[in-house]
């Protein structure tokens, strides 16, 4: 076999494994991150949104968009409906106070 030939040949198949254990090293590992990160990236927001300062916030809000309904009319006042049923799904109902709970049914 030409020695010029021999060593295009080794050289190739250095190349190929080479490349294949970039693949190992690199793609398993994007693999796995493909499969792992959206479940950890699920159960850090739903650790967020049952979180205090979350819960709170939305609850705040929620208390605004109240007043604001309540004092509105006509149109404005089944957008701000709507509106508060809508931020009001994204709260746990045992999360909100009783007043709100109560006035969320109302509007129901």
Known sequence: ????LKIALWALAALIAL???ANLLFGANLLSY????PQVRDAQREVFERS???VQGKVSHLG???LAHESADGTQREALRRQILTEAS???P????ADLRAYLEQLR
């Open 94 to 97: 045992n999360d909100l106070p």
């Open 1 to 4: 076999m030409n020695p010029i």
């Open 64 to 66: 605004r968009l109240r």
């Open 52 to 54: 205090q300062s979350y």
């Open 19 to 21: 490349w294949l254990a």
């Open 90 to 92: 994204t709260v746990h």
């Open 34 to 37: 493909r499969f792992w990160a």
